[in-house]
């Protein structure tokens, strides 16, 4: 799952490592010609085998995303396809990508089942159903906008899904008005804007339910403001794409929306606090948070020697995050251990 920012030195990378048999481009997004980047790629890697194209296509192997979505869906697949179509549910369904340390990401392989169970959850957690319109603004390959809840745990509860093209004032809240937005996935840059922003009282914005903040904790004055503003409630989302989620709920106490960043999503969630030298600290105590659960995974792929150490021997997985957590189960951020 890359991200438009990623080039060629981050894509030979997650195609060596994947031995990625297809790589699916824009044609050219942002100025940039992916196709180009593409064919230079394929040269070098010897997996890759298909480039599946949204736009123009040029050159030998190229399959046009355009042309195939033309063809009629009786001809596309056989009659019985979805009826062998029938994937293991403990095989990888995706993979995301580690954003937490400054070296080439890792590789995180997410089963069928742990994904569905982490959009599911959260989900339910969020308040989504069959009304619920949610927006992606943040990038759609992120776990954050794609599964938690995101995109998929939208349609997992029937509901619909709006794409904003952009982050801007005016892009974002004329769609909330004109599609009666509900759920939207921010960030503390995008919120801080749009507060920010004496535009936002032309829109009618009455539709909005909740406005989550993930990725870096929203200071409680912000979450305040988010709530008067708009109207909604301020949902912090704190997790991992390696699984772990907490978030806080719509029915917690008031201190603890404001000030914590929630709570495990599963009742099967395993959560410590432990010091530098792997012990479990008392509640209240700042230390590394350590987490294992049915959809957090048990390593990255392909890399042994990186796992010994970013798992404990009994399979928790090594956030790096800095918290605290209290006698009722809420954790707090306090910043980072690793970079």
């Not at 590789?107 to 569905?116: A, E, G, K, M, Q």
């Not at 989550?212 to 909604?232: I, S, Y």
């Not at 987490?291 to 798992?311: C, E, L, M």
Request: proline share 6%; with cysteine; net charge negative.
């Amino acid at each position: 799952m890359a991200l438009p920012a990623h080039r060629h030195t981050e894509i030979s990378h997650f195609l060596r490592q994947g031995e990625a048999v297809g790589y699916v481009i824009p044609s050219e997004y942002r100025q940039f010609n992916y196709i180009r980047m593409a064919e230079e790629l394929r040269q070098q890697i010897e997996s890759l085998r298909y480039i599946l194209v949204v736009g123009e296509t040029s050159g030998e192997g190229m399959v046009s995303i355009n042309e195939l979505l033309n063809i009629p869906i009786e001809e596309r697949y056989p009659s019985d396809y979805l009826e062998k179509f029938k994937p293991d549910p403990y095989e990888v369904a995706l993979i995301h990508l580690s954003g937490r340390t400054t070296a080439l990401p890792k590789l995180i392989p997410r089963t069928h089942n742990d994904y569905v169970y982490n959009c599911k959850q959260s989900g339910k957690i969020a308040g989504y159903t069959s009304e619920t319109v949610f927006m992606a603004v943040l990038p759609m390959a992120h776990n954050y906008t794609l599964g938690s809840s995101g995109i998929l745990g939208t349609w997992a509860y029937g509901g619909k899904v709006v794409i904003s093209p952009a982050m801007d004032v005016t892009t974002v809240f004329s769609l909330v008005e004109a599609e009666k937005v509900t759920h939207i996935a921010a960030a503390v840059p995008l919120i801080v804007n749009w507060l920010n922003s004496p535009g936002i009282t032309r829109y009618d914005l009455s539709s909005l339910k909740i406005i989550q903040n993930g990725g870096m904790k929203l200071a409680p004055e912000l979450r305040k403001r988010l709530r008067d503003t708009f109207g909604c409630f301020p949902q912090e989302v704190y997790g991992t794409a390696e699984g772990l989620l907490n978030f806080v709920r719509l029915d917690d106490p008031e201190e603890m929306v404001l000030e914590s960043s929630g709570r495990p999503i599963s009742p099967a969630d395993e959560v410590k606090v432990i010091d530098d030298e792997g012990h479990e600290l008392p509640p209240g105590e700042v230390g590394e948070l350590i987490g294992r659960g049915p959809y957090t995974i048990r390593g990255y792929y392909k890399v042994p020697d990186y796992n010994k150490i970013a798992f404990t021997e009994d399979g928790f997985y090594k956030t790096g995050d800095l918290v605290r957590m209290n006698k009722e189960g809420y954790l707090f951020v306090e910043g980072r251990k690793k970079t």
